[in-house]
């Protein structure tokens, strides 16, 4: 008597559940996603009256090109320096302190650009508490005998918003000047040249391509910022772009003055990656030996000591003790008052919302992207990280566009069903400033979340195939629980960022909603700075959660 012969099942396969069409197809409908405000931006600027262009190349578009491009110059200038300059000294040289400087630099990651020139506005005001000492111990008695330069100028600008985004040059630098071989430092040594002719002829040639990273980064924030500039007078381009959309309500004109922004974006982004064309180099094959940093005597160490500290103490320990008294002075005065609650409430709801929507999103392009390796997939995630170089305000109006055109179709066929006006879907419940925040944020999240998922051996990936596992539930049992560290990371970085985020919820917030960002401006355009003291030290006590995951990290790399 024959036994049958088992027949061979198929092993479940993905397509039962979700197939990799499937995640392909959400894949490219992200990527069109991140699309639709550049080419809403573009319909919107060709299809304008043909009398605004010629008035904004005449009137706007030069004095506002002159002044970005005078801003980006001077900040890149500065935040190269400072940035490179702390990251060697902290690397290189050890001095009193130096452990401790070390994530100290970092601090004005958390004070957003705005919050510091609101903060010096008042500090250094001619009538103010800073000017009145100097002018008591010069023995002069008026603000006409003597008083500084004023700060709502150019240098003043390029000096503030220099003192808030120079670590984003720090933290790319320093992690090159870590990586590198301490014997290419000892063989120049041994050649001849001094501590800093190894710095300048070989460990500065070496970090280029990471002073040029951090740089562009620091520069994409110059271009986002609408705050600073128009509170320290500096129109530039993206000030513009508010003044003629919300000021003229010109969305025409607003259009072609953010198309022509846009261009200056993907002209950095050009600049950056001619910068690093040529950062591939080689070292040994086995681990390079670091630089271990030389003890320096008592009183050169404290000049480093001194000269870590500038940046830190005017770039954080200034504005951060201005807000903590003019908020206790103002809690005192009149306690806390409700609207900073309802505003504390409004910002953690949509910036929850924001992160949530990007996560899902870059979640789904990184996820797809290893589950599918090809050109075309790979291209999607790089389109998805549009959006971050794009500045707040430019990719607001992009936004907007589509968006109106989704409620007046909605609020039509309300209209055709019930006899009755619905209103404004997306824009009255807030949803196009998350669309926004998601879109603006979403690089942060793919980039977080590809990086937890190259941590993953791709043999666990082929094991539960085998086994008949769908992508979906490979995702849910492997690769979110094993990336859940980096997910949360991403999670925290981008809510800080929607927090500060001000442009865009400038221009996408529903009427009478306000944000702790909208509130602080709308009282620094006022000039009640003390009003707004609770809710920038809101902000910038929020924002030290980054600063504090960035400085765990840089501890765990040593």
């Not at 004095?63 to 491009?69: G, I, M, V």
């Not at 702390?86 to 040289?93: D, N």
């Not at 954080?316 to 409700?338: C, D, H, K, Q």
Request: proline share 6%.
């Amino acid at each position: 008597m024959s036994l049958p012969q088992p027949t061979a099942e198929p092993l479940a396969h993905p397509v039962r559940h979700f197939s990799l069409a499937g995640w392909r197809m959400a894949a490219a409908a992200i990527a069109l996603f991140a699309l639709m405000p550049i080419a809403a931006l573009a319909w919107l600027a060709a299809s304008g009256p043909d009398n605004v262009w010629p008035h904004l190349m005449a009137n706007v578009l030069p004095r506002a090109t002159w002044n970005t491009l005078l801003l980006l110059g001077g900040v890149g200038t500065l935040t190269g320096l400072i940035g490179c300059g702390a990251a060697w000294l902290v690397t290189a040289y050890d001095f009193p302190l130096r452990r401790h400087m070390e994530w100290a630099l970092l601090l004005p990651l958390a004070v957003p650009t705005y919050i510091v020139a609101y903060a010096y506005l008042d500090i250094l005001h001619p009538v103010g508490l800073f000017q009145g000492v100097i002018r008591t111990v010069l023995g002069y008695d008026s603000p006409r005998d003597f008083r500084l330069p004023d700060i709502r100028s150019m240098s003043g600008c390029i000096l503030v918003m220099s003192l808030v985004l120079y670590p984003y040059v720090y933290i790319t630098t320093r992690a090159m000047f870590m990586t590198q071989a301490a014997n290419l430092i000892e063989i120049s040594r041994t050649l001849g040249c001094s501590y800093f002719g190894a710095f300048r002829r070989v460990a500065l040639p070496l970090a280029r391509p990471a002073i040029a990273v951090g740089i562009s980064l620091a520069l994409m924030e110059t271009l986002n910022d609408i705050g600073a500039s128009e509170f320290l007078g500096i129109r530039t381009l993206t000030v513009s772009i508010y003044s003629q959309w919300v000021n003229r309500t010109d969305l025409a004109g607003a259009s072609q003055i953010a198309l022509s922004l846009l261009v200056l974006v993907v002209l950095l982004v050009a600049l950056e990656r001619w910068a690093r064309r040529r950062q591939n180099y080689a070292l040994s094959a086995q681990r390079p030996r670091r630089l271990q940093p030389l003890k320096l005597p008592l009183g050169r160490g404290l000049l480093a000591l001194l000269a870590v500290s500038v940046p830190v103490t005017f770039g954080f320990v200034f504005p951060a003790l201005y807000l903590v008294s003019s908020a206790w002075r103002r809690i005192e005065f009149i306690g806390i008052s409700p609207a900073i609650i309802r505003e504390t409430i409004n910002t953690v709801v949509i910036s929850a919302a924001g992160t949530a929507l990007a996560l899902l999103c870059g979640l789904i392009v990184a996820f797809a992207a290893r589950l599918i390796s090809s050109r075309l997939t790979q291209s999607f995630t790089r389109i998805a990280l549009v959006g971050y170089a794009v500045p707040g305000t430019v990719l607001a109006i992009g936004i907007l566009y589509p968006v109106t055109l989704f409620d007046r179709g909605f609020d039509t066929v309300w209209h055709a069903a019930t006899g009755g006006t619905f209103g404004l879907l997306l824009l009255g419940s807030g949803t196009a400033l998350v669309l926004a925040y998601s879109l603006r944020f979403m690089a942060i999240s793919t980039g977080g979340i590809e990086s937890g998922f190259s941590r993953i051996p791709t043999s666990l990936d082929g094991a539960a195939r085998t086994l008949g596992a769908s992508p979906m539930r490979m995702l849910g049992t492997i690769h979110i629980p094993l990336s859940r560290t980096a997910i949360a990371a991403a999670a925290i970085l981008i809510f800080v960022d929607c927090m500060k985020e001000l442009p865009a919820t400038l221009l996408l917030r529903p009427l009478n909603f306000e944000t702790l960002a909208t509130h602080l401006y709308g009282e620094a355009a006022r000039g009640t700075y003390e009003d707004a003291s609770i809710a920038a030290l809101l902000i910038v006590l929020v924002g030290m959660l980054p600063v504090a995951i960035l400085s765990r990290i840089g501890r765990s790399d040593r």
